[in-house]
């Protein structure tokens, strides 16, 4: 069974930096996409960034294009979310959630939750202006 850990949340001020990891275990992590989800208070949960096994794409939401950077530590089974310049509005829990992707399957909406059947905790970021 795939578990899911993250970690790196905290508390920083407007045009601060975080870093969010996530460990993976419990099957391969090379053949599951990783992805990044966020809720807001009073908001939706919304996609933040994918990437992919067998070199596949990534992808990031419009609002962290420039600003985030995310990359794969494979000998570690982990993820990592580089926060840079961050704003007030990008106060949320963020989520770590992973899909098992075969090669070249590219048939799912990976900007939409209900495609990731497994998910973490959730880390608390909180940017303060």
């Known amino acids: 069974q795939v578990r899911l850990v993250e970690s790196g949340g905290g508390l920083v001020r407007a045009g601060g930096s975080l870093r969010l990891s996530c460990t993976f275990s419990?099957?391969?992590?090379?053949?599951?996409?990783m992805t990044w989800f966020r809720q807001a208070p009073g908001k939706e949960r919304e996609f933040v960034v994918i990437t992919r096994p067998f070199g596949g794409d990534t992808n990031y939401a419009d609002s962290a294009k420039g600003r985030f950077t995310v990359s794969r530590e494979n000998t570690r089974n982990t993820v990592n979310l580089l926060m840079n310049s961050l704003k007030p509005e990008d106060t949320a829990v963020y989520y770590c959630a992973a899909r098992r992707e075969r090669l070249f399957d590219a048939g799912y909406n990976y900007k939409t939750q209900t495609s990731y059947n497994y998910w973490g905790q959730g880390a608390q970021v909180t940017v303060s202006s």
């Open positions: 419990g099957s391969t992590f090379g053949e599951h996409a």
